[in-house]
């Protein structure tokens, strides 16, 4: 059975930086669409950024361009979120996913098949 595996969280200062990872397992992701999505206590799981099978392709939310970036290492089958210049904002349970319908970018939860148990954000002022 495939699985997504968020590792990287933890409490760090506003201005730090992250490093989260998604590592798959039980199928090949290499093919795969993947993005990163967030929740914050009290509002509704968000988008954060996408990527797809290659790494050609990229998408973020606007609250994170310039400060997020997406990448992947299909021969590790892991998928990263680096995060820079964190923002108390930032505070979140970050989820993985992956889907394996299509190549357009992928924005919304629905989109997605596999997702992953999250890795809590905590970025205090």
């Known amino acids: 059975q495939a699985q997504l595996v968020e590792s990287g969280g933890g409490l760090v200062q506003a201005g730090d930086s992250l490093r989260l990872s998604c590592a798959a397992s039980?199928?090949?992701?290499?093919?795969?669409?993947m993005g990163w999505f967030r929740q914050a206590p009290g509002k509704e799981r968000e988008f954060v950024a996408f990527?797809?099978?290659?790494?050609?392709?990229?998408s973020y939310a606007d609250s994170v361009k310039g400060r997020f970036t997406i990448s992947r290492d299909n021969a590790k089958n892991t998928v990263y979120l680096q995060m820079n210049s964190l923002k108390p904002e930032d505070t979140a349970v970050y989820y993985c996913?992956?889907?394996?319908?299509?190549?357009?970018?992928?924005?919304?939860?629905?989109?997605?098949?596999?997702w992953g148990q999250g890795t809590q954000v905590t970025v205090s002022s």
């Open positions: 990527i797809n099978w290659n790494g050609g392709s990229t």
């Open positions: 996913a992956a889907d394996f319908r299509g190549s357009r970018p992928k924005t919304l939860q629905y989109e997605y098949y596999y």
């Open positions: 039980g199928r090949t992701f290499s093919s795969a669409a």
